[in-house]
């Protein structure tokens, strides 16, 4: 099984809220990436954990802080976003950082108003 | 030189034919070259990945030709289907610093007509 689950699919928030993406996988990686995905446009990498410690932060404002509760799951917490943050955001798994192939999730669509 | 430069941006393919992406990249750490496809509102699905010390390699109806020396790879659909309408990112990854991440080309959007 190749799964990578997130939810919500869909989000709606405003400047001031406050909300969690949530990303999980059961195939036994120790790497889990988020990206992020403005329309027509690649994949851009935010963060990566490598056996549930940070071991890449792309340069992305404090506003995004992801966390990594244990080998399966992954966390993005927003707060205080921009309209310019709405975008797709996927979360991605591998056996682990190095050689390995990289599966993404379907994404959480992220409109912020 | 951690660019990946993808060509087309754009192909209309008549159901039947052959459609064909080219990539390019400059960095000779990259050793590793898959290619998603996306589907809109999904997440890129990988489709086909190869490392250079093949010239080719085919999966069904998708083969990735390789050449080492022009630092150029890309991706045939034999056949194109409707169902195939996508779009399509090359990327690229090398083993060592900031290689090490998925460098993906720019996208190519991908229809196939009836």
């Known amino acids: 099984d190749t799964e990578v689950t997130q939810t919500p699919k869909h989000l709606v928030m405003g400047m001031t809220n406050k909300k969690s993406l949530k990303c999980e996988q059961h195939?036994?990686?120790?790497?889990m990436y988020w990206y992020k995905q403005k329309a027509k446009k690649p994949p851009e990498l935010m963060f990566v954990?490598?056996?549930?410690?940070?071991?890449i932060n792309e340069s992305v404002p404090s506003r995004f802080s992801p966390e990594c509760p244990n080998s399966s799951l992954l966390n993005l917490h927003l707060h205080a976003l921009q309209p310019e943050d709405s975008a797709l955001y996927l979360c991605?798994?591998?056996?682990?950082?190095?050689?390995?192939?990289?599966?993404f999730g379907p994404g959480t669509r992220l409109t912020v108003t | 030189q951690q660019q990946v430069k993808q060509s087309p941006q754009s192909l209309i393919v008549q159901k039947g034919g052959i459609s064909i992406i080219n990539c390019a990249y400059e960095?000779?750490?990259?050793?590793?070259f898959p290619w998603y496809q996306q589907f809109p509102g999904k997440g890129p699905a990988l489709l086909i990945a190869?490392?250079?010390?093949?010239s080719e390699k085919k999966e069904g109806r998708f083969t990735i030709s390789f050449n080492k020396s022009a630092k150029q790879f890309s991706l045939h659909i034999m056949d194109s289907q409707p169902g195939d309408s996508a779009t399509y990112f090359c990327?690229?990854?090398?083993?060592?610093?900031?290689?090490?991440?998925?460098?993906f080309g720019s996208g190519t959007q991908l229809t196939v007509l009836p």
């Open positions: 990327a690229a990854r090398g083993n060592s610093g900031s290689a090490r991440q998925l460098t």
């Open positions: 954990y490598s056996y549930e410690k940070l071991s």
């Open positions: 190869i490392r250079p010390d093949v």
């Open positions: 960095n000779t750490a990259f050793d590793y």
């Open positions: 991605a798994s591998s056996q682990g950082t190095g050689n390995y192939e990289q599966y």
């Open positions: 195939m036994g990686h120790r790497a």
